[in-house]
């Protein structure tokens, strides 16, 4: 760990930071007792795609494309969402089985599955990684169709809707590894489930920060330094005896700065599908301006004043490490986007 980033830490007994405060994150911060023995290497940093940048093979490949571009330079590791309406409509299955509508959500069950199998032939892989990947969405396909029976009744739970909605997130690393690799890029998914480590509170659960870390690092350095990207689940984590959880709808992108954390990532861009973060919603009102510059403080308050900007516990981690925090537009990669730092030079558009 670097000087800067033992002096930015915080004991578990130590003042909350005016992030803390303000989002209620957990107040695990202590990074001096990290028992890992591997070392992050140099120059890493993470990127984060949403759902719209994963919206198919071609924007898989697209996207992919900008992986293969950041990768020339640093150590990368990705952090991906569920491919754009993906968990609702698993969300959709569940209300269905909660709504004793089994047939319906069967089928709906079936309509995903087909879509991401859909999706992996569109990718028009080599016929080896094809049977390779093939075989592992077929598994993960039967788990689903195992959850989602074709006559009985299913009691519906917290516990359940999470395990639900965990599936896009895991069919998605699963074909954004096999992009990189028709590229090119040695990658791998990985499931976030393994490390980030979670209390109960299904739905909305709350990481435990050290024990993430130091799992994490576990997992991901030994890749980092031998060259492979890992394409990290985003969204989901397990409690202790390893019961899926989600951190709640929107938490992608605090998943991203979760992962970046683990890594020592000097940088997270959040990859999505407009030009950075406006003044006002630019759908909405022609007076929106683009900030190419905002600090921690300003997109705090921005997310306080409730602004769609970042989920809020980005922030909290991006400023303990001084981490910067790009939101830039995946098919727009000539735009500079808008920069989240400790150090401005100004600007809006």
């Avoid at 803390?20 to 992050?40: K, M, Q, W, Y």
Wanted: glycine content about 8%; aromatic content about 6%.
């Amino acid at each position: 760990m670097s000087p800067k980033q033992q002096e930015a830490s915080l004991s578990a007994e130590g003042e909350l930071s005016p992030y803390e405060r303000g989002v209620g994150v957990e107040r695990v911060f202590t990074f001096a007792n990290d028992s890992t023995n591997h070392t992050s290497p140099e120059n890493v940093i993470a990127l984060k795609f949403g759902g719209s940048s994963l919206s198919g093979a071609e924007k898989m490949l697209h996207s992919a494309g900008l992986v293969r571009d950041a990768a020339l330079n640093s150590s990368v590791c990705v952090v991906v969402s569920a491919m754009k309406g993906v968990t609702d409509r698993l969300l959709t299955v569940a209300q269905l089985l909660a709504q004793k509508e089994t047939q319906k959500a069967r089928r709906e069950a079936e309509n995903v599955v087909a879509l991401h199998l859909a999706t992996l032939q569109e990718l028009k892989l080599d016929e080896d990684d094809h049977e390779r990947v093939e075989e592992d969405l077929e598994l993960l396909s039967r788990d689903l169709l195992h959850e989602t029976p074709v006559r009985g009744c299913v009691e519906m739970n917290d516990e359940l809707f999470d395990r639900f909605a965990s599936f896009g997130e895991r069919f998605s690393a699963r074909l954004f590894a096999a992009a990189l690799g028709r590229i090119g890029v040695l990658a791998v998914p990985v499931a976030s489930s393994d490390f980030v480590l979670t209390c109960d509170n299904f739905c909305d659960a709350k990481p435990h920060l050290q024990h993430t870390r130091c799992r994490g690092r576990e997992v991901l350095l030994p890749l980092l330094e031998a060259g492979i990207v890992p394409v990290v689940t985003g969204f989901i984590g397990a409690t202790p005896d390893g019961r899926i959880t989600t951190m709640g709808r929107n938490s992608s992108d605090f998943s991203g700065a979760l992962i970046a954390h683990v890594v020592d990532a000097e940088e997270l861009v959040i990859w999505t599908d407009v030009d950075g973060i406006y003044t006002a919603n630019p759908h909405e009102s022609a007076e929106a301006k683009l900030l190419h510059e905002l600090s921690y403080d300003e997109a705090h308050a921005l997310a306080a004043s409730g602004a769609k900007v970042l989920h809020p516990n980005v922030l909290p981690l991006a400023a303990q490490t001084e981490m910067t925090v790009w939101v830039r537009n995946t098919f727009k990669p000539y735009a500079r986007g808008t920069r989240i730092g400790s150090q401005l030079n100004g600007g809006v558009a």
